[in-house]
């Protein structure tokens, strides 16, 4: 019944900036550790950004500076600021959900492209 909504996706220039948003639905009583990861056409899977339930935030070095993720609890909501885009952010993100004792919850992905 729980499902990540990922919206904020698009198109934009080297140097723009997007906010993406994850939007957590359904019956939720905590947010657990929330995640956003990327993936590029042939390349793995990786971590961006996590936040734990502590607030704790962590980001991968290939975003340090400039992307941020961050939580609304009463909107049930991550999200994640990137600013100073590049190409090589082009990427399907995925916003993702983890609590004790649940299977994980994956969103749907949402397309960025950064032009040259």
């Known amino acids: 019944q729980v499902q990540l909504v990922e919206s904020g996706g698009g198109l934009v220039q080297s140097g723009g900036s997007l906010r993406l948003s994850c939007v957590v639905s359904?019956?939720?009583?905590?947010?657990?550790?929330m995640a956003w990861y990327r993936q590029a056409p042939g390349k793995q899977r990786e971590l961006v950004a996590v936040?734990?339930?502590?607030?704790?935030?962590d980001h991968a070095e290939s975003v340090k500076g400039r992307f941020t993720i961050s939580r609304d609890n009463a909107k049930n909501t991550v999200y994640l600021e990137m600013n100073s885009l590049k190409p090589e952010d082009t990427a399907v993100y995925y916003c993702?959900?983890?609590?004790?004792?649940?299977?994980?919850?994956w969103g749907q992905g949402t397309q960025v492209i950064v032009s040259s």
């Open positions: 359904g019956y939720i009583f905590s947010m657990g550790t």
């Open positions: 993702y959900r983890n609590r004790p004792r649940e299977s994980p919850t």
């Open positions: 936040i734990t339930d502590g607030g704790s935030t």
